[in-house]
């Protein structure tokens, strides 16, 4: 799909291309490219002249390859973003040329990001002047949604550790707790490759000293914005792994819990197994045998032999 973006009156203009014709009339700030098919791509390349490479959004590109200018000027940036979805958090590739001060994106989805700055782009006037304007609006848009995204982390973490406080936390809760901090965790790290991968983008945009100065400062704040996620990331980190420890601390106390009431039973049955041992052995003289009250006076002593560690335990507090 081609969207192409046009600015009138301050304002950003989306319309859809579904032939090359239409592409040959328009004079865009910004065109925008879902998944495109090589057609499109051909019409891209005939309309604007340049290159946009097969392997442009793939994942194992190399580093070295994700920020550079061309000997043109034409500038090629290879940047991360964010989808939090509620189901399969992921980061998606995107590639941005920027080619004779038109913004050229493209990508495999839609984006949370894009669908935001479409969204703010028709309601606020002035708000794109030009292509860097696209770029750099993106990034701090990009900077914002990770933003939530943590809020909604913590406030589901808030949520496991109310239920990890609990005194009927048994294991199948801390089964679910578990998968819930696993989740939270992967989300967490996707975001803070999100935004790592936010700063070096706009740290070279301001490298390449292709912004003025509003841009520039602009910029310098959209840096500000990324530091501060930083260390918010580092702190759910942190009560990440105090909920997964905490977890497991009590999964542990629970299986010692089961452990405990094994042991128990083992050595209050030690004494009766004794006593029937004693009894069972084939020795002539032994008295009691020959007597009418051994049998019972047997059983007797097994049970008492079992009350008395099992009144023991219980009065020193082993059996809660």
Do not use: C
């Amino acid at each position: 799909m081609l969207n192409v973006f046009t600015l009138a009156n301050g304002r950003l203009i989306q319309e859809e291309i579904d032939d090359p014709d239409a592409l040959a009339h328009v004079s865009p700030v910004w065109v925008d490219m879902e998944a495109p098919t090589p057609a499109e791509k051909g019409w891209v390349q005939a309309r604007f002249g340049l290159i946009i490479p097969d392997n442009i959004v793939d994942d194992d590109l190399e580093e070295s390859a994700r920020f550079y200018e061309e000997d043109n000027g034409e500038l090629h940036i290879r940047s991360d973003f964010l989808i939090d979805d509620g189901e399969t958090p992921r980061n998606v590739r995107v590639a941005f040329i920027l080619h004779h001060k038109v913004l050229f994106s493209v990508h495999a989805e839609d984006l949370p990001v894009f669908r935001l700055l479409r969204l703010r782009a028709r309601r606020i006037p002035a708000l794109i002047e030009d292509a860097k304007d696209v770029l750099l609006k993106l990034y701090d848009a990009d900077a914002e949604y990770s933003a939530d995204a943590l809020e909604s982390i913590y406030d589901e973490l808030e949520k496991v550790s109310a239920r990890v406080l609990k005194q009927d936390f048994d294991d199948h809760a801390a089964g679910i707790a578990l998968a819930s901090i696993a989740r939270e965790e992967d989300l967490n790290g996707r975001i803070r490759r999100n935004v790592m991968d936010t700063r070096r983008a706009v740290s070279f945009m301001m490298r390449a000293r292709m912004l003025n100065a509003e841009q520039f400062e602009e910029a310098r704040q959209i840096l500000r914005d990324i530091d501060s996620l930083d260390s918010h990331t580092a702190f759910v980190f942190d009560k990440i792994n105090f909920l997964m420890d905490a977890t497991v601390g009590f999964i542990n106390i629970n299986q010692n819990k089961i452990i405990k009431i094994f042991s128990v039973a083992s050595v209050a049955l030690l004494p009766p197994t004794l006593i029937a041992s004693i009894y069972g052995m084939n020795f002539r003289h032994m008295p009691e045998l020959d007597q009418v009250w051994g049998y019972p006076l047997a059983l007797g002593l097994m049970l008492a032999s079992v009350a008395a560690p099992l009144i023991y335990f219980r009065r020193k507090g082993w059996m809660r």
